[in-house]
T-cell receptor, first 115, second 112 residues
Framework: KAGVTQTPRYLIKTRGQQVTLSCSPISGHRSVSWYQQTPGQGLQFLFEYFSETQRNKGNFPGRFSGRQFSNSRSEMNVSTLELGDSALYLC??????????????FGEGSRLTVL | AQTVTQSQPEMSVQEAETVTLSCTYDTSESDYYLFWYKQPPSRQMILVIRQEAYKQQNATENRFSVNFQKAAKSFSLKISDSQLGDAAMYFCAYRGDDKIIFGKGTRLHILP
């Protein structure tokens, strides 16, 4: 069974640009969540999608957005990039069963560097 | 708002010894789940152990066990017979009704 796939793995952008990251969940998993990982702040929850609907949202500015497609693949977008957006962005999928549980299966992450 | 605190940024343990990583959390919810995740240097995060708040019995997975104290809002991870492959960042996580919150992590070093 293929794991969670994130693309691209590495990317470099300049301030003011925008970026789109992609996440393909494990087959059969309908929930996808996104996290920002930085050395100073640790792992911070961005948002979670289930059946194409945003289920939960963390405390990030509106520059961070996401969506989920009918095949459960998800994308996140960051517009007007700032230096502080440099981070490892992790995606995780889970087989939500209606209760708030379920192991998170993580991808390897997309390493974003903003210059 | 829920919070998760890991008070030990780094820890070291001798190979084959036992180590305990601490985690405390704060919540007003009664139904939630707690997790320990491991992130080895290769970066892919994997689940170590899970605890449902409604279960009094502490979860165990081979050499990994937790000490879950619901009233004290404490959720520590014990690793027995530490192995070199246990070296990693360990994150404690809380999953409640509306979001998932991670602690800042504890970097565990295994000394040969």
């Amino acid at each position: 069974k293929a794991g969670v796939t994130q693309t691209p793995r590495y990317l470099i952008k300049t301030r003011g640009q925008q970026v789109t990251l992609s996440c393909s969940p494990i087959s059969g998993h309908r929930s996808v969540s996104w996290y920002q990982q930085t050395p100073g702040q640790g792992l911070q929850f961005l948002f979670e999608y289930f059946s194409e609907t945003q289920r939960n949202k963390g405390n990030f500015p509106g520059r961070f957005s996401g969506r989920q497609f009918s095949n459960s693949r998800s994308e996140m977008n960051v517009s007007t990039l700032e230096l502080g957006d440099s981070a490892l962005y992790l995606c995780a999928s889970t087989r939500l069963t209606g209760t708030n549980t379920g192991e998170l299966f993580f991808g390897e992450g997309s390493r974003l560097t903003v210059l | 708002a829920q919070t998760v605190t890991q008070s030990q940024p780094e820890m070291s343990v001798q190979e084959a010894e036992t180590v305990t990583l601490s985690c405390t959390y704060d919540t007003s919810e009664s139904d939630y789940y707690l997790f320990w995740y491991k992130q080895p240097p290769s970066r892919q995060m994997i689940l170590v152990i899970r605890q449902e708040a409604y279960k009094q019995q502490n979860a165990t997975e081979n050499r990994f066990s937790v000490n879950f104290q619901k009233a004290a809002k404490s959720f520590s991870l014990k690793i027995s017979d530490s192995q070199l492959g246990d070296a990693a960042m360990y994150f404690c996580a809380y999953r409640g009704d509306d979001k998932i919150i991670f602690g800042k992590g504890t970097r565990l070093h295994i000394l040969p």
